[in-house]
């Protein structure tokens, strides 16, 4: 399937896309034609059907589901032109779990725990401004815009650009950072011979300073954007902002730090405070 899947990438890599997603996306692809040991456009739609059942068999939960069925339309409805071939699909749910939140004080311990500058300041940044691991690495020094007081972010999610707050504060670890470091232009944190940081990498030496801060809670980079939102509510700020801030194309999105806030929680009234024994 090398012409198709060349074709598929071109589709994808053209809605912007990360490539971890395209990987992602052209694996399924990949997983399909061995199991029909046929090309996918030579496919009837009751053969898709018994992919997605072989799937279901096997197992696959809600997350991987929907992944296989998000490859399944973007080669059929997109790059085919063959929109019927997936009419049938049912993009499953999954539980709305609460998303794992840090302390301030295990934050503090977290960034303190890096061994690497490079990473301190990544995941520094990541935790003040809430962006996506991959926004986070693809940042240009002239992103970072001290006189406006913001970062532009370029490479949102979607190809949707936006603009975060820079506090004076992370301003002053990002240069001293800089000065320590001075990656290879243009990229703030640029791996070997410059191209952006290695994100497995990346997130190996997250989970080891986890480890390393005695931090039982199983930490991801998402963790620190979900802890900054979570918050940034519990400071006050509204959710329309933080939906904002974050790149939410949905406030249904951002709602989910209800959830989690301990300020809302905490301030609901005490029933039983005063009653009678």
Request: charged fraction near 25%; aromatic fraction near 6%.
């Amino acid at each position: 399937m090398g012409l198709l899947r060349d074709r598929m990438a071109r589709d994808l890599e053209s809605r912007g896309l990360a490539p971890r997603t395209i990987v992602e996306y052209l694996a399924s692809i990949r997983g399909l034609a061995k199991f029909h040991m046929k090309a996918p456009d030579l496919l009837r739609a009751d053969e898709v059907r018994d992919w997605i059942d072989h799937l279901r068999e096997k197992g696959t939960g809600p997350d991987g589901m929907r992944l296989h069925c998000a490859a399944l339309v973007s080669l059929y409805r997109r790059t085919l032109g063959r929109p019927e071939m997936v009419s049938f699909l049912a993009w499953p749910r999954s539980p709305r779990r609460i998303p794992v939140v840090l302390s301030r004080g295990e934050v503090d311990r977290l960034l303190a725990s890096f061994e690497k500058p490079v990473y301190r300041a990544f995941y520094t940044l990541i935790y003040a401004t809430g962006l996506r691991i991959r926004e986070a690495s693809l940042l240009e020094v002239q992103d970072i815009q001290w006189e406006r007081r913001i970062i532009h972010v370029r490479h949102g999610k979607g190809g949707h650009e936006r603009q975060v707050a820079l506090e004076p504060e992370l301003y002053q670890q990002l240069q001293a950072y800089w000065a320590l470091i001075r990656p290879p232009r243009p990229l703030l944190f640029a791996g070997k011979k410059g191209k952006p940081l290695d994100l497995d990498a990346a997130r190996r030496a997250l989970t080891a300073a986890a480890e390393g801060a005695g931090i039982t809670k199983h930490v991801t980079p998402h963790t620190l954007r979900h802890t900054f939102a979570t918050h940034l509510l519990d400071a006050g700020v509204d959710l329309r902002t933080i939906q904002v801030v974050l790149g939410h194309g949905s406030l249904r999105t951002t709602q989910i730090y209800l959830r989690v806030s301990p300020r809302l929680v905490v301030g609901i009234p005490h029933l039983l405070r005063g009653r009678p024994d």
